[in-house]
Each structure stands twice: as structure tokens, then as C-alpha cells.
């Protein structure tokens, strides 16, 4: 069974940069499709982006788009989410989840699409 664990969150200014991992110590990630999703307090969670299990396919929420970047070294076994001019409406819990379905514009939104997912890493963006 997967045991995801994210990293990379803090605290930066509008405008800054982060860059999150997602990684599992145990089983290999590259026979799943990899998904972001962020909450905000009191806010739902919402997906963010989504990656297919060889890297090749990968999809964005138009919140996001040109600002976020999603990748993969599955040799390392680990995700990545660059994330650059960020805003305070970024701020939230960023959680990784795994799916060993496929990513797709639709499945990057739905929660129930994923079966693994990480604890969640805090990023906040404020002056």
C-alpha cells in the first residue's frame, strides 16, 4: 500500500516560488497517475493538476495554468509541483494522491478517483 508523504511547504511573499514533492519510501509511484489538490480553510478541496503514471500527459485547473508545473522523476521516485507567482489565493493544504486509473482534465477534479493519498503540506502566501 502506498504511503505518500508531501514536502516543500512554507511561507512566501506574493510573487514568490515553491516547490513541492510528493514521494513514496516503500512502493514505486510509476504505475500511477499522480494528482494535486489543495483546501483553503473552510474552502472544499479542489484539484489543482494531474499527471499520468509515465509522465507524458498532464493537465492543469485554469487557476493554476502557466504558473504551476507538474512533474515526475521516476527514478527517484517522486512528484514534483513548481509553483511560481504565487498569489494569496494559493495559500492552503497541498495534498498528493494516487490513482492507478488515468489522468484526465475531468479525473484531476474528483476526489473519489484517487485511492492514496499524503498527509498534506501547508503553504501560505502572504506579505
Known amino acids: 500500500q502506498l504511503q505518500l508523504v508531501e514536502s516543500g511547504g512554507g511561507l512566501v511573499q506574493p510573487g514568490g516560488s515553491l516547490r513541492l514533492s510528493c514521494a513514496d519510501s516503500?512502493?514505486?509511484?510509476?504505475?500511477?497517475?499522480i494528482g494535486w489538490f489543495r483546501q483553503a480553510p473552510g474552502k472544499e478541496r479542489e484539484g489543482v493538476s494531474c499527471?499520468?503514471?509515465?509522465?507524458?500527459?498532464?493537465n492543469y485547473a485554469d487557476s493554476v495554468k502557466g504558473r504551476f508545473t507538474i512533474s515526475r522523476d521516476n527514478a527517484k521516485n517522486t512528484v514534483y509541483l513548481q509553483m511560481n507567482n504565487l498569489t494569496p489565493e494559493d495559500t492552503g493544504v497541498y495534498y498528493c494522491?494516487?490513482?492507478?486509473?488515468?489522468?484526465?482534465?475531468?479525473?484531476?477534479?474528483?476526489?473519489?478517483?484517487?485511492?492514496?493519498w499524503g498527509q498534506g503540506t501547508q503553504a501560505t502566501v502572504s506579505s
Open positions: 494522491a494516487a490513482t492507478p486509473r488515468s489522468c484526465t482534465p475531468a479525473t484531476m477534479m474528483m476526489v473519489a478517483w484517487y485511492d492514496y
Open positions: 516503500g512502493f514505486t509511484l510509476d504505475r500511477y497517475a
Open positions: 499527471i499520468s503514471s509515465s509522465g507524458g500527459s498532464t
